[in-house]
């Protein structure tokens, strides 16, 4: 099993960036696909981007493309989110998950392990 907690989120104006921190507990993060959703007040969860176990593959919402930067790095068991040029509209919370399969899956349901989430705010 793994345990994800992230970090790294707060109020910003509209134009900021943040980047966001998920940690994972475990020796074998190395060995699961992580993926970032979001979650807006009365609205489903929404993929947001994802990558591979190695790191050689992205994923990304077509909302967030060109914005957001996903990377990891396995010997600090952990995964960012690099947002750039935020939007109102990305204010959610946002969470980190992981699972042991190799797809870059956008569906919420595939993914197995979840961390409390981080709230993003975005300013207009």
């Known amino acids: 099993q793994v345990q994800m907690v992230e970090s790294g989120g707060g109020l910003v104006q509209a134009g900021g960036s943040l980047r966001l921190s998920c940690a994972a507990s475990?020796?074998?993060?190395?060995?699961?696909?992580v993926g970032w959703f979001r979650q807006a007040p009365g609205k489903e969860r929404d993929f947001v981007a994802a990558i591979s176990r190695s790191g050689s593959s992205t994923r990304y919402a077509d909302s967030v493309k060109g914005r957001f930067t996903i990377s990891r790095d396995n010997a600090k068991n952990t995964v960012y989110l690099q947002m750039n040029s935020l939007k109102p509209e990305d204010t959610a919370v946002y969470y980190c998950?992981?699972?042991?399969?190799?797809?870059?899956?956008?569906?919420?349901?595939?993914?197995?392990?979840w961390g409390q989430g981080t709230q993003v705010t975005v300013s207009s």
């Open positions: 475990g020796r074998t993060f190395g060995h699961y696909t």
């Open positions: 998950a992981a699972d042991r399969g190799f797809s870059l899956s956008s569906d919420y349901s595939q993914y197995a392990y």
